[in-house]
């Protein structure tokens, strides 16, 4: 399967990254040829196809998420693939996660400030020299 076909059944949602945030993800991964990406926060799965679809050829991908909420395209285009869900609060799944096993992560899952703070402090154990951590958004008032 394509990754046309698989982000075309995917309907917008307010908690999606924007397109956009995809694609640059995407330039990144394919820019410096990362191999171990971890994405907290897959939600529908936009962003997860596209950073799938730019790893090197035996590229792995984890992806950590409170529930699945992947469209049955989605898990279609990422079968046969190098592709590991968690299910779990991202704290918890991240610590558990060898140290300096990954080269990309991208953390946009829980929102608030301080939860987005533990993530980053977590993550940074797991980069390997030179990697990249991604954060698209947090918001730091309580609601």
């Not at 820019?31 to 994405?39: P, S, Y």
């Not at 469209?71 to 558990?96: R, W």
């Not at 993550?123 to 309580?142: A, F, M, P, R």
Request: hydrophobic residues 40%; glycine residues 6%.
């Amino acid at each position: 399967m394509e990754l046309t076909e698989a982000i075309r059944s995917i309907e917008y949602h307010l908690w999606s990254s924007e397109e956009d945030v995809g694609k640059f993800l995407a330039a990144l991964i394919k820019m410096h040829q990362c191999k171990n990406i971890i994405e907290v926060g897959v939600f529908r799965g936009l962003t997860a196809c596209r950073l799938i679809d730019n790893l090197t050829e035996n590229g792995t991908y984890t992806g950590i998420d409170i529930e699945d909420h992947r469209s049955e395209t989605v898990i279609k285009f990422m079968k046969g693939k190098k592709v590991k869900f968690i299910f779990g609060d991202s704290l918890i799944e991240l610590a558990k996660l060898p140290k300096m096993s990954s080269d990309f992560i991208f953390l946009d899952g829980d929102h608030r400030y301080n939860y987005v703070k533990n993530e980053f402090k977590l993550s940074q154990k797991l980069l390997t020299h030179n990697g990249i951590i991604c954060i698209h958004d947090y918001y730091s008032s309580v609601f």
